[in-house]
């Protein structure tokens, strides 16, 4: 039955190690439920890195493969497997649960059994996304994830939860039902097998394709958030705890990128390359739109979250740039936004802990009264602004420099975004860290200790070294960045000809009509 | 052993950043800005090695440190590239910075952030030293955006007074302009080249059409104006004053600001291809510098002159560039570094000994009390006066001297102009501070005192440097600066105008009168009949107040700029909620109506067996029950449980049926 490449099986239990330190917690006393979390997580966090050190970087292929039989009819599949593409996002999602435990440390105070819980669920569907290799198993992973979400902003979330909860869940339902439809449709077609990388063998009609497209698109598209789905986004953080907020920023937006990149791109080809030029509009639109909007929050973490609007549409503007430096930096940009968002969150986290208030007006003066709160807030936000020798600058250089390659104008608009993003976030620490602490606060500031220095040590770590040696996490993705867009072009190219005239009339002239969004060839 | 003197110039600094940054609240505070001396002090030494070997052999040389950035066909080092253009601004930077550095022991003993002050200055160094010894455009761009944030720091230094707070993101907003600028012309560079380094771009640039050499040379040059401060992007560096005067001197006047001049000269090959770019450099330049002169003339603060005169000296810069005089500009940027970081040093010694004071109307006849100072301050005055044989009159005279001789006479009468205001008004500012009564508040009055020698032994360094400086340039355009630098800036058209002496001297003659003519000026109303100048400014109110208060410009751009954009944001976030949500509202009313026809399933069917399972698990303490009052709970229910029967049902009895 099992067809698994041998050796030890690090991803099942990276996946489902978290699920044991559930049964832990179920078990255990609730005072003890957040040291099982957090020592559940930082074996999970070890365990990951195996897959790291044992990583073959030159090869395209999905690594630390298991596939076992689960149902025979239909064929689904066990199959987990990485490659250089979610090797990142798994290691970032390990690497964070660890930090969301320690910033709830005391930041939750009721039901701390059920929110670990919740947390370690949340690991096992995230890190399942990530790795899964067949389709409903995926699909399963992708559900999952959304109920411990549910939860964290429903149970322990502001005054105005509900609210928030509800427009999470009709948003994510749409896409959710439109992506089993589109799952289903591939089975039919794609030769009966969720297997996921014969789907993205398969060859499929372009109308076909274009109607994938788009199912597809609903379910990622509200997931990134792009516009103008992303308004589930700042209510969704604004109600959530910290941790919550982390996850969200840093994991869960990276699921619908994710999915960009492992289905829409590799199974859709030729849609893909019909619809780009809208997907690159509405990247942009993001971008511009998300700073303006983060420019004119009063509250800072309404304004993080305008601010990931604005730094996902850098992802996507990446992924749909189809070229080696635009996808390899929209991943790396995921990764980055994932540590600089996150760490944002959790700085606001944990002023939230001391004041009670995320309105920018009630905390001010924060230099005078935590210097080393503000130094890490500094450091984050400049990381966010886009500094050389900072993660995000290498990312989003990438990214640019990739959609300059597709087109010209695009890229001028998105580096406007570079502008606004030292706009909204320099202003915003003008008045968060600069000048008097507010008088009513002025006595409940008291700088960090060393649990809180611990959370934010590690994410500052990351933020100069992939700022000053991005190196190793970019050589990671080189092969099978390269493997999809072959894949991309073989697609294209060589086999239009068997595909008669007619899939090639269509996407051409569907091009064409586009084209007039696309603005000059390079040289 | 060179590799190896080339990545210690900035490594001493860098190392101080990270000890300081890290440990420095666990030793002396004297400790600390000693190291950070000590670091730009080995550093400069090292500096003066690989400058004696540049010198010994004439030959560009490349270190590489490691690769940075891979991406397809990118690919970026972390690479130097020393050759004599590198050489002196290596000299220049590391110099004059370490003079800054010790000066700045002094001048900042006792304030609050000491440790923290030096770790920025430190962290400037290496930014400042990447960006000149880069090898390519994406490590200048580094240390471009990290002079950039350096000097958003400094200006925020004194981090609970709002006003600095507001110019440090002004600065940091405005330079980011320009920074996208750059970053275009980076996307264009590759675009064309598939390669970011200048050994491959730079002799290739010929390869271009003029159209793309003159984008490029554009999008640099908004680069340019953004860090360098030019007109429309100029206005940040007056409110950068806001930083400590040593700042003001290393960062807002010797090396940072000079940065887009050594971009533009270090693109000279690609400056030559494209005419169109050239002439608009050399028409920025010479009305920069005419503008900003005519500002400097009626200013208050004795730093904001100076900075309005820091501007007006960048505009020579490219206004040299712009006419095709490379090595003139990096002359002047030279001599400028000399002369500027006097004058503000020296300034600093001014305010130190007036316990804080800035305004000049609040001065007045310390000549004899800070004589030290006085005669620092006044070596830099006659400096950047163009008075000869001093330093500013060598550079800039060569300047205007080429702008004449090529026939730009509209940038020749510019500069000419600007030369006469730039001796008016530094020697207003001489006077006022320095000469007539005091009007000097009587409780300062009595602790004006010299500053300590840490302090004056820089001046002095720097007041030898303004006065010999000048003559690494003589004679004019054959000099020991011009034969040195040819091997790396070579103008495209060299001179074929043979100039006779008599027109050079004609010329030089010319530019000591003009210089003079300023002083006469200047002498009379501040000297000779002190209430003139009031009544020159009553006889023109309107000029008057327009020139004081900048020509408004600030203003205008909060009118036309940021206002509209702050309402942008404020009307987007109403579509946000009123458009955009109240869809997504009618979406959940429809799934309402919707839900309510299996509500009854939900509550009997699904529910239930969710409940039993939560009962059975031990479970039943959980969230579920929490939220029975909203029907959110059901939507979660439903969905999972939904989806999974429908893909059960889909499965076994849909897909069941087929083969496999």
Known sequence: MASSSGGFPWITLVVFLPLVGVAAILLAEETRAKWIALGTSLVVLLCSLPLWIGFQESSPAMQFVERYRWIASPPIHYAVG????SLPLVLLTTFLIPLCVLVSWTAIETRVREFMISLLVMETATVGVFVALDFVLFYIFWETMLIPMYLLIGVWGGPNRVYAAIKFFLYTLAGSVLLLVAILVLFFTGGHTFDILKLSQAIYPPTLQAWLFWAFFAAFAVKVPMFPFHTWLPDAHVEAPTAGSVILASVLLKMGTYGFLRFTLPMLPDATAAFTPIIMGLSVIAIIYGAYMAFAQADLKKLIAYSSVSHMGFVTLGIFALNAQGIEGAILQMVNHGITTGALFLCVGIIYERTHSREIRDNTGLAKAMPRYATFFMIFALSSVGLPGMNSFVGEFLVLLGAFAWGKLTATLAALGVILAAVYILW????VVYGEPSQQMSHKLFDLHWREMGTLIPLAGFVFWIGLYPKPVLDVMHASVEHLLQHEVRVMTVEQPPRHEKSASLSSSQMAALSGYRDGQLP | MFDLLVLLIPGFPLVAVVINGLLGHRYSRELAGWLACGAVGLSFLCALAVFGDILGSKIAREVVAYTWIVGGALTVNLGFLIDSLTGVMLLVVTGVGLLIHVYSLGYMHGEEGFTRFFVYMNLFMVSMLLLVMGNNYLVLFIGWEGVGLCSYLLIGYYFDRISAAKAATKAFVVNRIGDAGFLLAIFLIFANFQSLD??????????????MATAIALCLFIGAVGKSAQIPLYTWLPDAMEGPTPVSALIHAATMVTAGVYMVVRNHALYDMAPAAMTLVG?????????AATIGLVQ??????LAYSTVSQLGYMFL?????AYIAAIFHLVTHAFFKALLFLSAGSVIHALGGEQDIRKMGGLASKIPLTHKTFLVGTLAIAGIPPLAGFWSKDEIMAHAFVHGHYGLYALAAIGALLTAFYMFRLTYLTFYGTSRIDPHVAHHVHESPPVMTRPLVALAALSIVGGFLGVPPEHGWMHGFLGSVVTPAETSSHTVSAGVMVGLMAFAVIVALSGWGIAHYLYAVKPQAADDWAARAPRVYTTLLNKYYVDELYDAIVVEPCKRLGRSWDWFDFHVIDRVVRGVGRFADVGSATSTWIEKHVIYGVLNLIAYANHLAS????????????????VIVAGAFLLVHFLLVWLVGGTRV
């Open chain 1, 428 to 431: 915003m620490v003008q008045r």
């Open chain 2, 300 to 305: 208050y603060d004795i730093k904001r002159v």
């Open chain 1, 82 to 85: 990485i490659d250089g593409i």
């Open chain 2, 622 to 637: 959980w969230s579920w029950r929490k939220l029975q009052s909203g029907l959110v709970n059901h939507y979660a229910a």
């Open chain 2, 198 to 211: 200048y050994t491959q771009v730079l002799p290739q640039v010929h390869r271009l059409s003029t159209e």
């Open chain 2, 283 to 291: 028409v920025i330049g010479g009305v920069t510098a005419l503008f």
């Open chain 2, 320 to 324: 040299a560039c712009g006419v095709g």
